[in-house]
């Protein structure tokens, strides 16, 4: 099971967005929690990640920021708290000049509708990436990305994307790489690992917690209480949101019949997967399917910078 190209396929039920910032001067920003995945490139100058839990990390060009879960997090020009850090602002860039002291490109997918997928919840909320460490690729796709923010043309939206995706996809690989994790969710214990891969390779079968258990030879009592440890969550609410995130999947990405989303998904009825769907997202699987992400989410924080006016680049 591809657990990675699962969760990023997920989490194109979102928009995507991009946008460079430059600054000047002493700067500084805060992007509040989220709902969706992001990441920050480092294109030029020196600054500071700050996090609530971590003494502040020095970045430089190259550095790769990700956000797999949405996490609250901030940059700045010297070392701070994050509380000293005002909201990022949601004010529309203006003209690229070409000189700053530090530049960086944001990118990010918005999830108006459910969360993360379970595979980037269960890595650490803030991934930094190196160039000594393999990530030099990431200049060169961060530049393809800036190139078409500069210029956009016909098919702007999916090369955004596209990009978006790949720079996630590789940012994550190189941390799996660093960590000496090759699949994932990225647990620790290696027979809840082995549960996982049951469950996301066939989301479908009507796992019970005692046949879940049984395949990886552990007691029904001993696998939930790992198991809700490892993921923050019992067997059975973990395997309803793999098969909910991939039926939102199927929902924006085909035009199968309700009822042949619910059977592939698992569900005995299409009554039973809307009531489900509903519960998870807020809304009806129809509606889910007409509505699909469009325009920039409001409101401040890491919706500024990071997503609500990323379709304005400054120079493009």
Same mark, same amino acid.
């Given at each position: 099971? %591809? *657990?990675?190209?699962? #969760?990023?396929?997920?989490?194109?039920?979102? =928009?995507?967005?991009?946008?460079?910032?430059?600054?000047?001067?002493?700067?500084?920003?805060?992007? %509040? +929690?989220?709902?969706?995945?992001?990441?920050? !490139? !480092?294109? =030029?100058?020196?600054?500071?990640?700050?996090? +609530? %839990? @971590?003494? $502040?990390? @020095?970045? =430089? $060009?190259?550095? !790769? !920021?990700?956000? @797999?879960?949405?996490?609250?997090?901030?940059?700045?020009?010297?070392? /701070? #708290?994050?509380? +000293?850090? $005002? $909201?990022?602002?949601?004010?529309?860039?203006?003209?690229?000049?070409?000189? @700053?002291?530090? +530049? *960086?490109? /944001?990118?990010?997918y918005h999830l108006r509708r459910g969360r993360a997928h379970d595979y980037l919840a269960t890595l650490p909320g803030i991934v930094v990436t190196s160039p000594e460490k393999g990530a030099s690729w990431t200049t060169s796709l961060a530049e393809l990305l800036v190139a078409d923010l500069s210029a956009p043309g016909p098919g702007a939206d999916a090369a955004r994307s596209a990009l978006v995706d790949l720079l996630l996809v590789h940012v994550v690989r190189q941390w799996l790489r660093d960590n000496g994790t090759v699949e994932g969710p990225y647990v620790a214990d290696p027979v809840i690992a082995s549960a996982l891969r049951h469950i996301h390779s066939a989301p479908y079968e009507s796992w019970s917690v005692s046949e879940l258990s049984a395949a990886v030879g552990m007691s029904r009592t001993a696998f939930t209480r790992h198991f809700t440890r490892a993921l923050g969550k019992p067997p059975r609410d973990y395997l309803a949101g793999v098969r909910l995130s991939r039926a939102a999947r199927l929902l924006r990405e085909s035009d199968a019949p309700l009822a042949a989303v619910a059977r592939e998904l698992g569900y005995s009825t299409e009554f039973a997967f809307g009531a489900a769907f509903r519960r998870e997202y807020g809304i009806s699987p129809g509606r889910f399917r007409d509505a699909p992400e469009t325009g920039a989410p409001a409101g401040g924080g890491v919706n500024g910078d990071m997503l609500a006016a990323a379709d304005s680049a400054r120079g493009s």
């Amino acid at each position: 099971m %591809d *657990f990675l190209s699962d #969760a990023i396929g997920s989490i194109r039920t979102g =928009r995507s967005y991009a946008r460079r910032v430059t600054e000047t001067g002493s700067w500084g920003m805060r992007y %509040d +929690e989220f709902t969706g995945s992001g990441f920050h !490139v !480092v294109l =030029r100058g020196r600054g500071w990640l700050i996090t +609530e %839990d @971590a003494p $502040p990390r @020095a970045l =430089r $060009p190259g550095d !790769v !920021v990700l956000v @797999a879960a949405g996490a609250r997090h901030g940059l700045s020009h010297t070392p /701070c #708290a994050l509380r +000293e850090l $005002p $909201p990022a602002s949601t004010d529309a860039p203006g003209p690229y000049s070409g000189f @700053a002291d530090f +530049e *960086f490109l /944001c990118g990010a997918y918005h999830l108006r509708r459910g969360r993360a997928h379970d595979y980037l919840a269960t890595l650490p909320g803030i991934v930094v990436t190196s160039p000594e460490k393999g990530a030099s690729w990431t200049t060169s796709l961060a530049e393809l990305l800036v190139a078409d923010l500069s210029a956009p043309g016909p098919g702007a939206d999916a090369a955004r994307s596209a990009l978006v995706d790949l720079l996630l996809v590789h940012v994550v690989r190189q941390w799996l790489r660093d960590n000496g994790t090759v699949e994932g969710p990225y647990v620790a214990d290696p027979v809840i690992a082995s549960a996982l891969r049951h469950i996301h390779s066939a989301p479908y079968e009507s796992w019970s917690v005692s046949e879940l258990s049984a395949a990886v030879g552990m007691s029904r009592t001993a696998f939930t209480r790992h198991f809700t440890r490892a993921l923050g969550k019992p067997p059975r609410d973990y395997l309803a949101g793999v098969r909910l995130s991939r039926a939102a999947r199927l929902l924006r990405e085909s035009d199968a019949p309700l009822a042949a989303v619910a059977r592939e998904l698992g569900y005995s009825t299409e009554f039973a997967f809307g009531a489900a769907f509903r519960r998870e997202y807020g809304i009806s699987p129809g509606r889910f399917r007409d509505a699909p992400e469009t325009g920039a989410p409001a409101g401040g924080g890491v919706n500024g910078d990071m997503l609500a006016a990323a379709d304005s680049a400054r120079g493009s």
